[in-house]
């Protein structure tokens, strides 16, 4: 199975949190998955944990390489810029990451994040849906110590929510 790419300082293990998050489904397809995952404006569809989703300069509504754009999450406002957009392909992977940032760089509330994405086809008509997101300042600090863990279960909740809103969409044979 294919691995998350990781931009140098936001590397697993030497950020002040990370959260992954994955599950394998049968009966999807990656290219079930993508439509929902790559439009930022659907996630609040399936996801209740996100809002107020808006592009900059004109982009949008697709992520794509480079884009920015704006969301709220965890009580959050976060600024982001899409750091990598690949979609699936036959025998390749759907990648989708950023890097969202909140609060003013050099400050205690400064919260830097990447969020990545891998959606890939297994064999047996299933596919494997993978979030993992590294955090680094005093909040991501702060996240990691909580009990119950805000992001893992956050993430599980996007992923389910991913999943339901595929399987609605996909015709009953």
């Known amino acids: ?26 009966g999807l397809s990656a290219a079930d998955i993508w439509p929902l995952l790559s439009v930022p404006a659907e996630w609040p569809g399936y996801y209740a944990n996100s809002a107020s989703i808006r592009f900059y300069d004109h982009a949008g509504p697709t992520l794509a390489d480079g884009s920015r754009f704006y969301f709220e999450t965890f009580g ?70 909580a009990k119950p863990n805000a992001m893992i279960n956050g993430h599980q909740e996007w992923l389910d929510g991913l999943v339901a809103a595929a399987r609605a969409r996909v015709p009953r044979e």
């Open 1 to 26: 199975m294919n691995a998350i790419i990781w931009p140098e300082n936001y590397l697993p293990g030497f950020t002040e949190n990370f959260a992954s998050n994955e599950v394998i489904v049968a």
């Open 76 to 145: 959050f406002p976060v600024e982001a810029r899409c750091s990598e957009y690949v979609p699936p392909a036959a025998g390749q992977p759907g990648r989708v990451a950023w890097h969202g940032w909140v609060g003013e760089e050099g400050t205690d509330q400064r919260l830097d994040v990447h969020h990545a994405w891998l959606v890939e086809d297994l064999e047996g008509g299933r596919v494997r849906i993978l979030t993992q997101e590294t955090q680094k300042g005093k909040p991501a600090e702060a996240l990691h110590a």
